[in-house]
């Protein structure tokens, strides 16, 4: 059978499935209720930043295989369906807000025939599923739901989506485990991991791998704290742990921390869900991990005004940096950004330099001042800040950067800089967890 796919929710997540999944020979719609959003990727424009995905878009609308809409009737001839909305923090708590998802769900339902499969992969707490499948039961008897949570990083998401290193489906019986065996396939063939779960521990994957991951950045962070007040090496020490295969050297870079939509709105998700099932003590470590994550963000500005003063107002910071990783132009809880903030807020005068976030981040923060250039960025500053570790800031050359400076002074927030290199044209360098 060629099954036709339908997307729900033409987010980050969505465009990049539909554009994938067509990208695999399948006929593909995406479905969203923003009619300036659908417009804008009918013509092959994409309202975020994603490397390689603008380019797959245009070529799979060019095929005919790929197409978008705000009419629901457009899914009368799918088969699955993959609901892709988001699941922001709720403003008034930790847990997660599933009105779109709620949305999402209300709205394909009359449009389902007999047969179609619902797939979730939003992030969602560990329940949601089994509650949409009872739905599903008195609403849609002759359909059938599963969810399949993604694993996207930004800045890879093509990758994590065509080559994943693995594939997770929670299901309930074996008629649509085959059907997703099939919808899959072809990213099967590749020798990918296929997990099959049941409804809560498939809901419950994403927002674990996400918690370790969250673990693992904050326990680094620590670790520079005490070698920072010991006089250790933080990167040495990770390097040293690192070789142990019990942990492994991934995520073992202190920094300024997390940041993003995803990591810190799921953990704190995953905490008050835990709480309403009574189970609130098994991962009360993690709001200590997301204490930690936050105080990475004081050690930089409490370290600039350790470099120049406690009162900030003379001076003059450039910052490399405002999207919360690189590759992205996601402005959402950036570290960097909101060092940013705070530092503008305590007097200093800010310019901020980001290759790609630079708009998205005046639309958050407008008070801050933008270069066009890490030139323009840096002229007469009195210290420079790297809070993103975008290759174009690793390739700097420091001689020439010193000449623009008033004072050739750097705080590397990411531990990503060659700092022999830097001391080496002049400037004081500093680094969370190693010694000036």
């Known amino acids: 059978m060629e099954y036709r796919l339908s997307v729900i929710g033409t987010g980050y997540l969505g465009v990049t499935h539909a554009a994938c999944m067509s990208s695999l020979g399948y006929t593909v719609v995406g479905i969203d209720n923003d009619a300036q959003k659908i417009e804008c990727l009918i013509r092959g424009e994409l309202p975020f930043y994603e490397p390689g995905l603008e380019e797959l878009l245009q070529t799979q609308l060019a095929s005919g295989r790929l197409t978008f809409s705000t009419n629901y009737s457009d899914l009368d001839d799918c088969d699955v369906h993959f609901i892709c909305v988001g699941t922001p923090q709720q403003q008034d708590s930790f847990a997660a807000d599933l009105k779109y998802v709620e949305s999402a769900f209300s709205a394909l339902v009359p449009h389902l025939k007999k047969g179609s499969l619902v797939v979730g992969k939003s992030t969602v707490p560990v329940g949601t599923a089994q509650k949409l499948q009872e739905d599903l039961s008195r609403l849609a008897p002759q359909s059938d739901l ?33 059907i997703l065996k099939a919808v899959f396939a072809p990213i099967i063939s590749l020798g990918t991991p296929w997990v099959r779960a049941d409804l809560p521990t498939s809901e419950l994957v994403k927002v674990a791998a996400n918690s370790f991951l969250a ?222």
């Not at 050690?299 to 900030?312: M, T, Y």
């Open 146 to 178: 599963a969810w399949n949570p993604e694993f996207l990083r930004e800045g890879f998401a093509i990758e994590d989506t065509l080559k994943p290193n693995r594939l997770v489906v929670g299901v309930t019986n074996d008629k649509t485990e085959e």
């Open 215 to 436: 673990t693992k950045i904050s326990f680094i962070n620590a670790m520079a704290e005490i070698c920072e007040a010991a006089g250790g090496d933080v990167t040495v020490l990770a390097t040293a742990i690192g070789y142990d295969p019990r942990i492994g050297n991934k995520f073992l870079q202190a920094g300024i921390g997390f940041g993003g939509g995803c990591l810190p709105k799921d953990i704190r998700a995953f905490m008050a869900r835990a709480e309403e099932l009574g189970a609130k003590q098994a991962v009360e470590f993690l709001r200590e991990i997301d204490s930690i994550n936050l105080r990475a963000r004081q050690r930089v500005i409490d370290v600039v005004r350790g470099e120049l003063s406690e009162d900030l107002s003379d001076y003059r910071i450039a910052v490399l940096g405002a999207a919360f990783k690189p590759e992205s132009d996601d402005v959402r809880d950036s570290p960097a950004l909101d060092i940013s903030a705070q530092l503008l807020a305590a007097g200093a005068t800010i310019t901020v330099h980001d290759p790609k976030a630079a708009a998205n981040a005046k639309k958050r923060f407008p008070a801050l001042t933008f270069a066009e250039s890490i030139d323009e960025c840096v002229a007469g500053a009195d210290l420079v800040l790297h809070l993103t570790e975008w290759k174009m800031y690793r390739e700097i050359d420091p001689s020439h950067l010193a000449s623009l400076v008033k004072t050739p002074r750097i705080i590397d927030g990411r531990n990503a800089l060659d700092r022999d290199k830097w001391v080496a044209a002049g400037w004081t360098f500093h680094a969370l967890g190693r010694k000036s």
